[in-house]
């Protein structure tokens, strides 16, 4: 019998939204896909549902419609909900900017520099009533909001003023899923080795385990299930095999290894049009390649070293949290070298956000915002100067790109994070135009460039590769400079977005038991 969660508002008399919430053995296990599948599962049962994470920490954001920062895994598990995303389902976002220190983020606005001892000691006392209110406004407003722990909940060091894990779980009166990736090996061991290590009623709270990332035949795992459901005293509710292709974000650079790895395996770059992204130590909103990753005659290779760079028909300089530091790197490497090169033998390249910032003359730093460097000469490719000031830039932008390699005005949607603030020492040939945002009533502003023949440019804009018809006409000039076929309808991405949350959903749906997932949320499942 086909089965699925009734739950209402109108039907709570606690006026509550129910809990449930996914944690890991580790990062990167799985936990930001697993809960943005139970997401669109209960929105496709007529469920309200927000996501929650009270703690998260990664280079890759999200901005808000009203020009808030938060995690981008919230911010897409949002889009599984079909709401808007807001600051109470991501409060405390954590960017690192140098190995000991980041920049934290509280309700989508910068707070404050601080390394871990001092945001331990001196902030996570304050965060508790922080994350706690936040949560409260998500469960006033919804049915059901779907929670996701950072790391592990088995950090002894940590345990005691956890804000997103155990502690978070005891505060939402969640029960918790415990997901561990058998993909990286030692899946037993791992589960085991954390109950072990949680205190009676933190074990308690974990209602079952998902060995996600599965590869292979599933009977051959049996017994390895069976016994460990004896040994735990815990069902393991599902084995998730690996899914491939999802055209859907990943949180942080740990994931990012991943894709780094398996860029290596190139097949023949004469057939493809080739696009090298420099890997900066300090990337940030990776995100901005993934359309790139879904077109077929497309090969991206993450390159960090001189050596790897190539003959690539094209350049991306992604974003970066420390733009001084990673253009540092580029010179150390020899890869802006390299860069050099490749724009004087006709190349292409296009830059990012703090990418963009290292393509002018200067970068400044008086008061040591980002670094230590005060004054760094930049790559030169434009006549522009980047001043780093307190005040962060975080925005909703529509605009349109004219001239280059565009053979019409394309309209642009995209977001802005960053620090520095950008302006050009003399005329600059083809900006990019904006528009007027409709949510901070901004006037028009150059936010970008093109070089005279089009094939170097910048823009401040994160997502500009997710609109589909401006990728198109880029990645058309690529094609014919190199003898490939012309493509003349553009992929459209944000609909293979929307199918990979259903297709997500589904697959999550048939490998777990999805009765025992709603009777955890519910108490109890009805009939359809």
């Not at 469920?47 to 895994?73: H, W």
């Amino acid at each position: 019998m086909t089965r699925k969660l009734e739950v209402s508002m109108n039907a709570n008399p606690m006026k509550r939204a129910r809990t449930i919430m996914f944690q890991g053995t580790s990062s990167d296990v799985g936990k930001s896909l697993m809960a943005a599948a139970l997401c669109r599962i209960l929105v496709q049962d007529g469920c309200k549902v927000a996501p929650f994470k009270s703690q998260n920490m990664s280079l890759n954001s999200y901005v808000t419609v009203d020009g808030k920062e938060i995690g981008r895994a919230q911010g897409m598990q949002a889009d599984a909900c079909a709401i808007a995303a807001t600051t109470d389902m991501n409060p405390i976002l954590l960017k690192p900017s140098q190995d000991m220190s980041s920049q934290v983020v509280v309700h989508g606005k910068p707070f404050k520099e601080l390394d871990a001892r001092s945001y331990r000691e001196e902030y996570l006392p304050m965060a508790e009533t922080i994350v706690k209110d936040a949560l409260a406004r998500l469960r006033a407003e919804n049915d059901v909001v779907v929670i996701e722990g950072a790391g592990s909940p088995a950090e002894i060091n940590l345990k005691d003023r956890d804000i997103v894990n155990m502690r978070l779980a005891l505060w939402a009166d969640a029960p918790v899923i415990l997901v561990a990736d058998i993909d990286r090996g030692g899946v037993f061991a791992s589960i085991v080795g954390t109950l072990d290590i949680l205190e009676p009623q933190e074990r308690e709270r974990i209602k079952g385990i998902i060995i996600n990332k599965f590869r292979g035949d599933v009977s051959l795992l049996q017994p390895g299930i069976d016994w460990l459901e004896e040994r735990i005293g815990k069902p393991v509710l599902g084995v998730v095999p690996y899914l491939p292709n999802l055209q859907l974000e990943d949180e942080d650079s740990a994931s990012l290894n991943a894709k780094f790895i398996g860029s290596r395996n190139e097949g023949d770059r004469t057939k493809c049009v080739d696009i090298a992204v420099i890997r900066l130590p300090r990337i940030s909103n990776f995100t901005d390649i993934d359309p790139l990753l879904h077109e077929p005659d497309v090969l991206i290779r993450w390159i960090d070293t001189a050596f790897d760079f190539g003959n690539p028909d094209a350049v991306i300089l992604p974003g970066s949290k420390n733009t001084a530091e990673d253009l540092l790197f580029l010179r150390k490497s020899g890869i802006a070298d390299r860069l050099m090169e490749h724009v004087q033998h006709g190349g292409s390249l296009a830059g990012i956000c703090g990418g963009y910032q290292m393509m002018g003359e200067r970068l400044l730093d008086p008061d040591h915002v980002e670094s230590g460097q005060i004054e760094l000469a930049g790559l030169g490719f434009f006549p522009m100067e980047t001043v780093f000031t307190s005040e962060k830039r975080t925005v909703r932008v529509k605009g349109t790109a004219e001239g280059g390699f565009l053979s019409a005005p394309v309209s642009i949607n995209g977001y802005e994070i960053h620090m520095g603030q950008s302006s050009f020492t003399q005329k600059i040939h083809q900006p990019f135009r904006i528009v007027k945002d409709h949510f901070l009533h901004e006037p028009v502003y150059s936010d970008g460039a093109l070089t005279m023949n089009g094939k170097v440019w910048g823009t401040y804009i994160h997502g500009v590769m997710h609109n589909d018809e401006f990728r198109r006409q880029w990645l058309n000039k690529l094609r014919g400079q190199k003898g490939l076929p012309i493509k003349e309808k553009a992929i459209a991405f944000q609909d293979l977005r929307e199918k990979s949350f259903d297709r997500l959903a589904e697959h999550f749906a048939k490998h777990v038991d999805m009765e025992k997932i709603y009777s955890l949320i519910t108490g109890g499942v009805k009939d359809e």
